[in-house]
């Protein structure tokens, strides 16, 4: 169980990085590149938009929000395109993803406009 989930891990990271070079290729659509950027981002995030101390939602990002991202992202890129990043992702010498900074912020800020809403309804 844990050997099969260890390859679901590093099945997602290169998937990720793949994503991250199609996000750069000239002929992926635009929208394709938003959201492989967006899943990117998120994935990279050290904060998650439902944390993970909150009761069983708060691993649903990470398990199915994330992974259904990443899947829709991967169907709107040309499949000879993704072999191609597939493939330099696999080849790349890269250890680790780089953390978004970016994101982070804008998922603090959409907590601080929930909690201020929530306060807000509560007076």
Known sequence: ?????KK???HLKYNLYALYLASHHQDVSLLAKALALAMV??????????PDFIPIIGYLDDLILLP??????IKLIPIDIWD???M????STLKSLPRSKITALVVV???IILTILLYLLMI
């Open 1 to 5: 169980m844990f050997e099969k989930l």
């Open 8 to 10: 679901w891990a590093q």
């Open 41 to 50: 981002s998120y994935a990279l995030s050290p904060i998650d938009l439902i």
């Open 68 to 73: 259904l991202g990443v899947m829709l992202a």
């Open 84 to 86: 191609e990043c597939k």
């Open 88 to 91: 330099n992702a696999r080849q």
């Open 109 to 111: 800020g959409i907590w």
